[in-house]
């Protein structure tokens, strides 16, 4: 019984739907691709969160788990990368062109014996429980062989300045990250199958699949250095968006053993309702804008934190200019029990617009955090952006984040 991963960590690969090149250049590709907050948060999600778990699982089975970079790769991501997988040896790096996936696997078959092999992929942003091997055995063995296997639970999460930030219970099956292959290695002839591959979520049409969506076997990652965004060009849809169809996780119970490296963060937001609005950027130029919130418990204190910038600020020309009046941010307060009065906000005699702050641009940038206080518990329902002193300039969110506080 084998277990092959292999992670494609940061390739460059000109011909994937990755890169459109109708819309991108190859100078810009490669400067998105390799951007120092794009690696950051690559080497920090695999190599603080995903490896940990896989470790633990290579101590219990035989498994490897290739790592493929591309020679293009800066030299300064490069050594940190092979700094970090000489740390553990269950880690094969391998040069992306050089040294093909199928002659890497033969290599990391060599002199074993004829047996079942179970080969598995997961992106660098992506994680795959520390059982995942312990599930994935059950089918590791000759009666499965050429079939497919897909492991249908696990959480969706959204990750936002170095930290994951909202964690959901995800049921998808046929999802790239932790699909896996059963097949066969030769030992006499040194060879070895797995079943055909035409793309992920077309793979029943082409070999027998199974799918066990019994326990979380995976966390699929959603933030703004995501490859499609080199095709969308950062176009309005905030990952939160993506989220919405999925239900927040209200225990840890289960999860935190499944996904250790990740029970702080779950926890502290369980306690803390942070909800994340916004983390792609997301721009408003019509006068007014609602944007509904994500149900959380019911509080009498929050938190909001955004980042906005004035798309009309000209830069060199209106420097040191202070505009206090351009936005009005809104907020919808359920208001259930009558008379409900907010410590923090003003109160507009316009129903439509309700408890609200104005929004302070410096420089043509706001970044800011406004905290209030209700009279009684309640929920706040939605954020509306209006435009106040100037109807031309277009806003871009860069962030928006909405907590709600403890009442301690």
Known sequence: MYFIGCTRFSLYIPGSNAWDISKVSEDNYLSQLYSDARMAARFDIFFNKAVPLYEDMAKRFFYKHVIQYSAVMPEKWKNKLFEEAAKYDFIVLSEAGENPISSTIKEILADRPSGTIAYFRVDDDDILSVDYLSELKNYVNENYEGMIVSFGCGLVATYVDGVFRDFRQCYRRFLALGLAFIGGYNAEKKEYWLPRYNGHETVDRHSPAIVDSRTPAFIWTHHEFQDTKVRSGGVAGAVSSRLKGYSRITSIRDYEKRFPTLKNEMKFLLENNEEILFLEKSRVSVDRVKFPTLNHKVSSKY????????????????????????????????????????????????PDIGWYFY???????????????????????????????????AFKINSMRLASESDD
Do not use: M
């Not at 955004?306 to 941010?329: C, P, Q, T, W």
């Not at 009279?375 to 939605?382: I, L, Y």
């Open 303 to 350: 938190v909001l934190e955004y980042s906005i910038v004035d798309e009309a600020f000209l830069h060199g020309i209106d420097k040191g200019v202070v505009n206090n009046r351009y936005l009005i941010i809104g907020f919808d307060i359920l208001d259930s029990q009558g008379g409900l009065e907010v410590l923090g906000l003003n109160r507009s005699t316009d």
């Open 359 to 393: 929004v302070s641009f410096v420089d043509g940038v706001a970044n800011g955090r406004v905290e209030f206080s209700l009279s009684f518990k309640s929920n706040v329902c939605g954020l509306n952006f209006i435009k106040w002193k100037s109807k031309k300039p």
